[in-house]
């Protein structure tokens, strides 16, 4: 089965900061794109960034450049999302997101691409408020 657990959401302030968490099975860690979505009310679901575990090559939305950074711990088979300079704006719920790698994947230039994945978390929220 595969599965995906986040954490790490919670409120809080402008300015502040968060670091979200997505805990995956060895396999799906290693044979998946893994990322993260968002989904702020009455709004479309939105990538934000996603990355290639096999290389820690990272792929982010135009708007996530700045202050949004992922990142992997192979030992634990956990993506990370750490958010900086959060506005209000950025609430929404927080998706961690799985699709499978091809059967071959050249590992020196993979790049996992930003499009609706297939496997999904439950999700965490974040709140901003002023």
């Known amino acids: 089965e595969v599965k995906l657990v986040e954490s790490g959401g919670g409120a809080v302030q402008v300015g502040g900061s968060l670091t979200l968490s997505c805990e995956a099975s060895r396999y799906t860690y290693v044979s998946h794109c893994m990322g993260w979505f968002r989904q702020a009310p009455g709004k479309e679901r939105e990538g934000i960034a996603v990355?290639?575990?096999?290389?820690?090559?990272?792929t982010y939305a135009a708007s996530a450049k700045d202050r949004f950074t992922i990142s992997q711990d192979n030992a634990k088979n956990t993506v990370y999302l750490q958010m900086n300079s959060l506005k209000p704006e950025d609430t929404a719920m927080y998706y961690c997101?799985?699709?499978?790698?091809?059967?071959?994947?050249?590992?020196?230039?993979?790049?996992?691409?930003?499009?609706?994945?297939?496997?999904w978390g439950q999700g965490t929220q974040v709140t901003v408020s002023s």
């Open positions: 990355i290639y575990t096999g290389s820690g090559r990272a």
């Open positions: 997101a799985a699709d499978p790698l091809p059967d071959t994947v050249e590992v020196a230039t993979w790049a996992c691409a930003l499009y609706e994945y297939k496997i």
